[in-house]
Nanobody, 123 residues
């Protein structure tokens, strides 16, 4: 199965932008839907959005209109562009892979996880 390595993230002021990357190795990248989750201190991990191998996207209210998810199957990489960031977006962001093409928001459907990247938005 694939392994995932994330990059990007960091500290940004409110209203700013950041881009996270999720690079896959091993396995067949197009066999997987790739999702992004985040976990803030003291809170449960929550689904943010995901993309299937065809480029179809499942969004959430928190991400809609601010976050853009793209996928480059030739580079085995998914990119999460986050704009108009808010302090409440502060969290550790994880990319994850779920086998198949279902645009799932269920954490347990994702069997492969990246290491997580801290995103901090200051007010």
């Amino acid at each position: 199965q694939v392994q995932l390595v994330e990059s990007g993230g960091g500290l940004v002021q409110a209203g700013g932008s950041l881009r996270l990357s999720c690079a896959a190795s091993g396995g067949t990248f197009t066999d997987y839907t790739v999702g992004w989750f985040r976990q803030a201190p003291g809170k449960e991990r929550e689904f943010v959005l995901c993309i299937d191998r065809f480029g179809n996207i499942r969004n959430t209210d928190s991400a809609f209109g601010r976050f853009k998810l793209t996928r480059d199957n030739a580079k085995n990489t998914v990119y999460l562009q986050m704009n108009s960031l808010r302090p409440e977006d502060t969290a550790v962001y994880f990319c994850a892979a779920a086998f198949g093409s279902l645009l799932t928001a269920i954490t347990n459907d994702y069997t492969v996880w990246g290491q997580g990247n801290q995103v901090t938005v200051s007010s």
